[in-house]
């Protein structure tokens, strides 16, 4: 086990979660963001009801953050762990080693929950670096694909059904 000490998160780490999230978006953003849904999900994880946040860095100044939410998958009753980020601030020389340890800390979770772990990568920036980091790390079991990316966001869905 690596010696980059991850905790979970506190609200103190509100403002830079928010920031990763902002991060992130621009990274592999497919959709809008919406800073209600970003400020809920952040919220049910410092209550850890549903979820955890694991965080690299002092209190109030996370570097690096991972989002796991307790789910189920459509066609199952079963219960899984699911990775909904792994992101790690620049500068670049510490990624590989903070992302690693995030990997670290789900699988720890995962076997503490004594549930299954399921991570993706859905990103725009850097894929095959982080495909090669997390086929170290775990199992792999399929892929992501895209179709009409440039689609706005399903809006004229919403519009429809209201």
Not at 141 to 147: D, P
Request: aromatic letters at 10%; charged letters at 25%; a negative charge.
């Amino acid at each position: 086990m690596s010696d980059i000490a991850v905790r979970i998160a506190t609200p103190e780490d509100v403002d830079g979660l928010i920031e990763h999230c902002r991060l992130l978006h621009g990274e592999n953003g497919l959709f809008g963001l919406s800073d209600r849904k970003v400020a809920y999900l952040l919220d049910k994880g410092f209550r850890q009801e549903g979820a955890i946040i694991g965080v690299i860095g002092d209190e109030g100044s996370p570097k690096a953050s991972i989002y796991l939410s307790v789910e189920q998958p459509y066609y199952s009753e079963d219960w899984h762990l699911m990775e909904l980020w792994n992101f790690v601030m620049p500068p670049r020389a510490h990624r590989a080693g903070h992302a690693k340890r995030l990997i670290e800390f789900a699988k720890y979770c995962s076997d503490e929950m004594q549930l299954p772990l399921v991570i993706g990568i859905l990103s725009n920036q850097r894929v095959e670096a982080k495909v090669r980091l997390y086929e170290r790390q775990l199992e792999k079991a399929g892929v992501f694909f895209v179709h009409n990316r440039n689609c706005a966001s399903g809006t004229a869905w919403s519009r429809a059904e209201n």
